[in-house]
């Protein structure tokens, strides 16, 4: 029996990481209007990476940069909508 618990532990996990996880992309993968969101808000921005990731359903487009002397986080939707800063 503990071998079962277990084992759904584990499967528990794997599911819930794996419906959370990120994944980079390239710059030329992002919509347009995300990244023209994104160069507005953050003109200047050096050391871009995007990374995708499902969040509701919905693809979610983060932009990991650097930004007068700081690391930020920023996400856009898909339509160029800014969501959040981290």
Same mark, same amino acid.
């Given at each position: 029996m503990k *071998?079962? #618990?277990?084992?759904s532990a584990i499967i528990l996990a794997?599911?819930?990481?794996?419906?959370?996880?990120? *994944?980079? #992309?390239?710059?030329?993968?992002?919509p347009q209007s995300a990244v023209a969101a994104f160069n507005t808000k953050y003109s200047g921005a050096?050391?871009?990476e995007?990374?995708?990731e499902k969040e509701d359903g919905k693809t979610i487009y983060e932009?990991?940069?650097k930004f007068n002397g700081k690391?930020?986080?920023a996400e856009f939707?898909?339509?160029g909508t800014f969501?959040?800063?981290e």
């Open positions: *071998k079962v #618990i277990n084992y794997f599911a819930i990481l794996s419906s959370c996880s990120e *994944k980079k #992309i390239a710059a030329s993968e992002v050096t050391d871009v995007w990374e995708t932009a990991k940069f690391k930020i986080e939707d898909a339509n969501i959040k800063e």
